[in-house]
């Protein structure tokens, strides 16, 4: 009988100890009957500003908005700002940042193979307007991390800490 006892309370305690344990990363989990219309950002003709481009996602995560922001725009008068074959790793937010583990080819496209510093400019920010700006992400900014490392510089930008939008490059309203 005592056995027994012990045997229950060392089930209870490590059921709890999972149940109640703090983590402070949080993943999004991907809700396959959720969906939604968000916006995308895509430079326009001049590469000066970001402009939106709706689209309905599902699942609605930011998994699938960074598939679709790859895959570029719609719209024959708005430019991909990710070179193709960038592929998100994962992603977890902490304390309402969304950190990004994207594969190598952000950093070759940062670091040289796509073009200038305008490109660059451009590309962080197309990605963190689209996470940032769709309010159903939930996030205040993104840190990139470069295949789980996050001391990789980012072509003139260095080692990246927090990224958030650059209110002068969004075209958010017809002017």
């Not at 950190?99 to 920010?125: C, D, F, H, P, Q």
């Amino acid at each position: 009988m005592r056995r027994n006892s012990i045997i229950f309370i060392l089930i209870l305690v490590i059921t709890m100890s999972f149940g109640c344990s703090k983590e402070e990363n949080t993943q999004i989990p991907d809700e396959p009957n959720s969906s939604g219309v968000i916006n995308l950002y895509f430079s326009d003709e001049q590469a000066q500003y970001l402009l939106p481009e709706e689209r309905e996602i599902s699942p609605l995560t930011i998994n699938k908005a960074f598939e679709q922001l790859v895959l570029g725009p719609n719209n024959k008068n708005l430019y991909s700002t990710l070179p193709p074959k960038v592929e998100l790793i994962d992603v977890y937010i902490e304390n309402n940042i969304a950190v990004l583990n994207i594969n190598k080819e952000l950093y070759l496209a940062m670091n040289g193979n796509y073009g200038t510093s305008t490109a660059s400019r451009m590309l962080l920010n197309s990605l963190v307007g689209t996470i940032v700006y769709n309010e159903v992400f939930q996030v205040d900014g993104i840190k990139i991390l470069i295949e789980g490392k996050d001391d990789v510089s980012l072509g003139q930008y260095g080692v990246l800490n927090i990224i958030y939008p650059n209110e002068e490059v969004f075209k958010r309203e017809e002017e």
